[in-house]
């Protein structure tokens, strides 16, 4: 599998195809392996680029939680991009992965030449919303800490996932899936570029 490292960080992703480059970004508590129908189809025609958030599947879970949060998720993102030579690129992602998309953007308007926005959502600009948001994110970092890799479930996504660290994912539902802010939500309305959502 091929790897980048960023702060001593080793990052899964997978490259597909040599046309105009798309990222795209798993939801959370999945894996690359949710794309490999959509990047075997579209490889004809684009260069498709997926990616194993931290603490997911073939990346690594850094045991120092701090290493798990938006701004290092965005900048994994960036530091996969400049590896493989992109300076550019659609960028995509379902649930958390959207969310992540719309992070990017924020902070690399420039680098985005389109947006892919599935079942997903900006955040909360109301802090009990928030509030309510992150203490699911919490509950489900919490099961786990207390079940191990059995809280995944048995859903379609979680059978073809790999993942190897619980611990892992309870950090990224701390750090990464709950928010500390509103700057995505209210960033909207300075998107520039063309934007597919999806949503059902």
């Avoid at 490889?43 to 045991?63: E, K, L, N, V």
Wanted: zero cysteines.
């Amino acid at each position: 599998m091929p790897y980048i490292e960023r702060e001593g960080v080793q990052i899964h992703y997978e490259a597909a195809g040599s046309g105009p480059p798309v990222l795209i970004t798993h939801g959370f508590g999945s894996s690359t392996k949710a794309w490999e129908g959509q990047a075997e189809t579209l490889s004809d025609a684009y260069r498709i680029i997926t990616w194993d958030m931290r603490g997911h599947a073939g990346t690594d879970s850094p045991a120092d939680p701090a290493q798990y949060s938006e701004a290092a998720t965005v900048d994994d993102m960036a530091a996969i991009l400049n590896h493989l030579g992109i300076e550019k690129a659609v960028i995509g992602g379902l649930s958390l992965g959207g969310y992540m998309s719309l992070a990017f953007n924020l902070k690399y308007p420039g680098r985005v030449r389109a947006l892919m926005l599935f079942d997903t959502g900006p955040g909360y600009n109301n802090p009990k919303g928030r509030e309510a948001w992150n203490e699911t994110a919490f509950r489900r970092a919490e099961r786990f800490e207390q079940k191990g890799l059995d809280a995944l479930g048995q859903g379609a996504e979680v059978r073809i996932s790999v993942h190897r660290s619980a611990e892992g994912l309870a950090k990224a539902a701390r750090g990464m899936l709950a928010q500390f802010n509103d700057s995505v939500i209210r960033s909207l309305e300075q998107i520039e570029v063309a934007t597919l959502v999806l949503v059902g």
